[in-house]
Every structure is written in C-alpha cells, then in structure tokens.
C-alpha cells in the first residue's frame, strides 16, 4: 500500500470551462481571475480549436501568468482552466492543472475541483498494471481510469471512471469536440451553468459569470454529468444515488459572498443570517461589533443587525497580501497577522468589544487579533464566531489541517478562551448553523464541525488519511 501523508489530500481549487466562444481562452482566465480565492498556488488554462490543444500554465498569481502573449498562444473556441493550492510540498508546476493527455480517443484536458478518497488505492493498482503518473495529484486517477476503461465511447469511459472514485469531485474535462463537467453524487464542492451568447460555460462559483457579463442558468446537481458542445447541453445522472452532502463551509467561508451556490441566492445573504443567528445564541452587552475582515464581515453585520450593537471598523486589512492561511511556513503564518491587519485605537479606546470571525481553526489568527484590540485600548474582547468548532480535517476539497492541529479538536471552549485571551468565546451551534443555511439541513456535509463524515473510510483509507493518529 502505498503511503500519502494527510497533507496531501488538501486541495482547495477553481474550475472553469467555456464551449462555443471564439475568445474562450480571455474569458477563461477572467473566470479564473474572479476565482482567484479559491487557490493562489498555480493556474492552468487549456484551449482547443477542435484540432490540436493548447496548453499554459504557472505558479503564482492569475494575473501574473496570463499576459498578453501567453493568452494569444490559446487558440480555438473551448477552454477549461484551473486555480490550484495546496499544502507543501505538492506545489510544483508538475501538480497545476488541466492536466492533459493525448490517447486512445484524441486529447483529452482535465481540472478537478474535490479531494478523492480512494485516489492512493487507485494509484497502486494502476500502478501494477503499468501506468506512468506525469503528477502527484489524486485527480490524475481519473486520466489513467478512462484510459484503462474497456468502454466503447469516451463518455462511457468518463462515467467508468467517475463511477470508481469516492470524495469529491466538481470535474470539467476538455476533449475534441466538447466539455463534460461532472458533480460527485454527494455534491460536496460547487459548479454552476452559465451563458454567454452561443456560448455555454461551467465554474465553480457564480462570480466568474458576473465578471464576463454571462447569466447564471442553473447548478450542476449532486451526481449530474453535463456535455456541451455545438448541439448545446446534454444531461445525464450516471451515478448511484445517494444523500447530498454539500459543503456547509463553502458558506461560512470558502466561496465568495457575491457567488451563488449549490442553486441558493448569494452566499452574502447566508452569511449574514449566521451572524444573525449568532447573535440571537450568544448576545453580549457590549458597545461596538467589529468583523474580522474579510471573512468576519456579513456574519459582523448580521451580528450587529441581531444584537442591536452598532457596528464598526476596527481593524483594517492591507489587501495586498495573500490569505494568511494559505502561507506555506508556519513562521510566516504567525507572522502573517500583523501583516495583514491593524487596529485602530480611536475605535477600540476603553470599549467592550464584540469581535466576529468566521471560523477558528488553529487558533492563532484569533489570539494575534485579540492582542492586537487589547493593545489598542479595548476594556473587554468578546469573540463570536459564526461557525461551530472545527474538530476534524475534510478530506473533500477543504484545506484544514492534521486534527492535532485543530485547536478545537483537544481544546474546550473554556480553553480555546484562555488561549486566544479573549474575556469570552462563543461559536455557533450546529443546529444554528443549519438553520441559517438554505434548505434542509441533512444536505449539507458537516463533516470538519461533527466527524460525521458522509463516505464511510474503508480501513486502509482510515489509516492512510490519518483518522487514526497516535495523539487521539
Ligand atoms: P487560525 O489562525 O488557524 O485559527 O485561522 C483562522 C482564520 O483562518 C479565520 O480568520 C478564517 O477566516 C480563516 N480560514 C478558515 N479556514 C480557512 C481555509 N481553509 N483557508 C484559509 N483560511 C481559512
């Protein structure tokens, strides 16, 4: 059995594609440029002009790798395009999608939004029977499984493959004559259908429509396959049926608050409603709320909306710098705080404190801003946050880390207070969280706040994801 630390499963991405266009190379890298949030690390765009593929691709910024040149070297009226992050020691070019083959049934391009569980069996036995993997990502199963399928048609091989891998997946593929965007049966990561003109497009999250002027039709739904090409869209639902399991965080944190997922209105309104919820579970008599910018400020407002507490600006990002979070050295994570955000006194001076973030993961984002208020003056430091405690790792598509990481997974509330030196903590509760987000509460996969993880682990993934680590 072939070992794959945790660290490699976590995998936060944006996928886009666009069929029938003549700019689709321009108007993909806008949609990756608006996708931007959901992963810094590289970028990759592949076009097609029905004949021959084109590929680019970079580390670092969309912005930065898309110049001019670059852009006129991606030719043809379909594209597909990928935003990657992930954790070190994966973050090499070799790693950024679409990844792309030539085989059996003609080219074929593939970017993978999800992490799948089963990637590293798969990888072994493909392994056995000879395959050569050009990359370390689990997506680059899926290429190898349609490549081995005994299907006649390269659809049937696409559903063959899909059909025996486990986790997420929001997939588009490029081939030569059309895009195919799938959803896992569970529904774990986003994916909208869009129109622009003749043209049909596919992307993680609404706001790379808005940015290229094109209307939102509709989502992918859990288990969907979609073809597009000249005859338009073609629909089908390939896969075993089972519960939707859509990820919960993409609403307190990971998508854009001005995108609309999983076929709800924009996640803007979600977020505030957690606030509001928040404040309707744990008020506070204080004087002022203040978010934690960016991701604290619609539950803030929802906070402050709730509470009756005026809101205010406490603390400022500089928005040059990247997602603390997402910083490869921890040294430059802890660092990363006073980097990215400052006090300011006028505000904070002898006042009681209501500070809203979103999420708690280690803890250490949280105590660097309590400490910054504090030093600024403020007489007490109420954290909300707008999420339940983080206990788990998501081993679908979410980038949290090892669970001895999670402070809330070995911490109590009480404890996670003395740490952060906040006067008070308090999180929402599940059921409040549930409440806030659109529709029934049993669609959404809670798996990072419960353990209740939606694909029962077969125990050689237990081990190999690291359920079982020695601390627990
Ligand atoms: P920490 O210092 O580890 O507790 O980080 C908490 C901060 O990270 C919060 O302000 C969150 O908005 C943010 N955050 C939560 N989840 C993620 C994620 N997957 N990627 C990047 N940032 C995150």
Redesign the pocket.
Known sequence: MRLITPDKFHD?CAVFGICGHREAANLTYLGLYALQHRGQEGSGIVSSNGEDFFHEKGMGLVADIYTKPVLKRLPGQMAIGHNRYSTAGESSLKNVQPLIVNFAFGNLALAHNGNLINASMLRSELEAYGAIFQSTTDSEVIIHLIAHSRAETLLARVIDALSQVRGAFSVVLLTDDSLIAARDPYGFRPLSLGHLKDSWIVASETCAFDLIGAEYVREIKPGELVVLNSEGVTSYSPFAKTRSAMCV?EYV??SRPDSKIFGGKAVYLTRKELGRQLAREAWVDADIVIP?PD??VPAAMGYAEGSGIPFETGLIRNHYVG????EPEQSI?HFG?KIKLNAIPEVLEGKRVVVV????????????IVKMIRQAGAREIHMRISSPS?VSP?FYG????TRK?L?GSSHTIQETRKYITADSLAYLSLDGMLKAAPGAPDHYCTACFTEDYPIPFTKAEEMQLGLFEPSL
Do not use: A, H, L
């Open positions: 936060e965080f944190y990971f934690v991701s604290g997602r603390t979070f997402i994570r705080v973030d979103d999420s708690i993961v280690r803890g250490t984002t949280s105590r660097k983080i998501c979410i980038d949290t880390p990481e402070i």
